[in-house]
Structure formats: C-alpha cells, structure tokens
C-alpha cells in the first residue's frame, strides 16, 4: 500500500534502516529486503531528489567546541512572518527553525561556543530582526534522549 507521497514499503524499509545507520551498503540493505542492489540504490536517489530523506554526518556539537546549545522562542509581528524566517534562515548558528504555534511564532535551536557569543547572537543578529517582538532564550543543560530515527 503506497502512502499519499507516493511511498511504498520498500521505500519505507529503506528509510528505517538507513535512519539507524545511514552508511548501511547497499547491498545489505538489497539482501535483506530481497531486492536487487539496484532497485535500492534507484529507491535511494528518488528519496533524495524528492526531498524524502537526506543522509548527513549528524556531529555532537558539544565535542567540536560548540558548548552552549540553546532553544529560542521568537515572538514575532504576523505581518512580518516572512521577512523575520528569511533574516533567520540566514544565520548560520541557526541549525533549526520552525514555523510554531502557541506562545511563540518560531521555535529556534542554535549551537554557540560560550555564552558571551549566545549574548552577541541575539543583540547582534537576532533582536534588530525588524518583526521580532519578544524572544525567550533556554540553555540545554543536557540531552536526555537525541535521536534522529523515529516510528512510522
């Protein structure tokens, strides 16, 4: 049964096993869904090019110098929506952004050296964000579960 984006269950294997580990060979991934090596590698590139999936390094930015990991709720004016996600989009310490409801417009999760370039972030590249009204900052003390594989 192939679900609304077109996925069917070889497609949806595929991704499982290469959530768990994404440098999984082909050929082990073909084997154990008894599929050719290159009906995978063909499932594999349409997931890509159709924006399913992407394979990355997920790195812990607390071992490459990056000690401070703070959430950031922005409160923005409705009018500006746009203009305050395209401004955001564009700060590299930025690694996620969502579009949220709730007590805030955007939910934000960035990765900094010390806290003194935390500060210099928000004065110098978040709050002159013309729309951005409030911001509420939370430093991650640690994390307790950060997976990136889930059930579906």
């Known amino acids: ?37 290159s009906t995978v590698r063909n499932r594999i590139s349409r ?6 999936m992407q394979i990355v ?3 812990d930015p607390f071992k490459l110098g990056l000690d401070v990991a703070a959430m950031i709720k922005i409160h923005s004016d409705i009018k500006k929506v746009d203009h305050v996600a395209a401004e955001l989009g564009k700060i590299n310490e ?32 978040i709050w002159p964000i013309d729309g951005i009204e409030q911001t509420e900052t939370s430093v991650v003390l640690s994390y307790l579960k950060r997976e990136y594989c889930w059930n579906f």
């Not at 679900?3 to 994404?22: C, E, F, W």
């Not at 997931?47 to 399913?52: A, E, G, Q, S, T």
């Not at 996620?96 to 210099?120: M, P």
């Open 1 to 37: 049964m192939k679900n609304p984006y077109g996925l069917d269950h070889v497609d949806m294997k595929i991704i499982r096993m290469l959530q768990r580990d994404g440098r999984t060979p082909n050929t082990d991934i073909a084997r154990e869904l008894g599929v050719s090596e």
């Open 94 to 125: 930025i690694w996620y952004i969502a579009l949220a409801t709730g007590r805030s417009t955007f939910d934000i999760e960035v990765y900094v050296k010390n806290i003194h370039q935390l500060h210099e972030l928000l004065e110098k590249k």
């Open 57 to 59: 390094a997920v790195a």
């Open 47 to 52: 997931l890509i090019d159709n924006k399913v």
